[in-house]
């Protein structure tokens, strides 16, 4: 049987405003085996289609800047955050800030997840799309229930 698993990504850069909560919206599937991504209907999320355990997470890049901090974090159903990654921006204001968060967790049929950025640089930084690492979210099945 195959697996049942999802990845999703975005290929153009997304804003991130200052102090301000933004979910990653998302273009691109690039295997979807379970039916858990509707880019069209609802592109911010991947839709548990069936309940158990899975792995679950996002790789994500900032534009450069330095000031602030830069966070992730996997949201459950638009409300319940299951992981949490964050760092300070990087002494170099050229590199991107590039980052990943992973957890795993039990959810049931028709549970959602969302990848949601926040910043302090005091100015609007990008999501910066790369290649094929960033920005990220997926979800693999691990058992079944």
Same mark, same amino acid.
């Given at each position: 049987?195959?697996?049942? +698993?999802? #990845?999703? #990504?975005?290929?153009?850069?997304? %804003?991130?405003?200052?102090?301000t909560?933004?979910?990653i919206?998302?273009?691109?599937?690039?295997?979807?085996?379970?039916?858990?991504?509707?880019?069209? +209907?609802?592109?911010t999320?991947?839709?548990?289609?069936? &309940? =158990?355990i899975?792995?679950v997470?996002?790789?994500?890049?900032? %534009?450069?800047?330095?000031?602030?901090?830069?966070?992730?974090? @996997? @949201?459950?159903?638009g409300?319940?955050?299951?992981?949490?990654?964050?760092?300070?921006?990087?002494?170099? &204001?050229?590199?991107?800030?590039?980052?990943?968060?992973?957890?795993?967790?039990k959810?049931?049929?028709?549970?959602?997840?969302?990848?949601?950025?926040a910043q %302090? %640089?005091?100015?609007?930084?990008? +999501?910066? &799309?790369?290649?094929?690492?960033a920005?990220?979210?997926?979800?693999?099945?691990?058992?079944? =229930?």
């Open positions: 049987m195959p697996a049942t +698993a999802c #990845r999703i #990504r975005r290929t153009t850069d997304q %804003s991130v405003l200052d102090n909560d933004t979910t919206s998302f273009d691109t599937e690039d295997f979807d085996q379970g039916n858990m991504a509707d880019l069209v +209907a609802q592109p999320r991947i839709t548990i289609a069936t &309940a =158990g899975y792995m997470g996002g790789n994500y890049a900032f %534009s450069g800047n330095l000031t602030g901090d830069r966070v992730g974090k @996997l @949201l459950l159903n409300t319940t955050i299951i992981a949490h990654a964050d760092t300070r921006a990087l002494s170099i &204001a050229a590199n991107l800030v590039k980052l990943h968060i992973v957890t795993i967790y959810f049931a049929a028709g549970d959602y997840i969302e990848l949601v950025l %302090s %640089s005091t100015v609007t930084l990008q +999501a910066s &799309a790369q290649a094929n690492y920005n990220v979210l997926w979800a693999i099945l691990l058992e079944d =229930g």
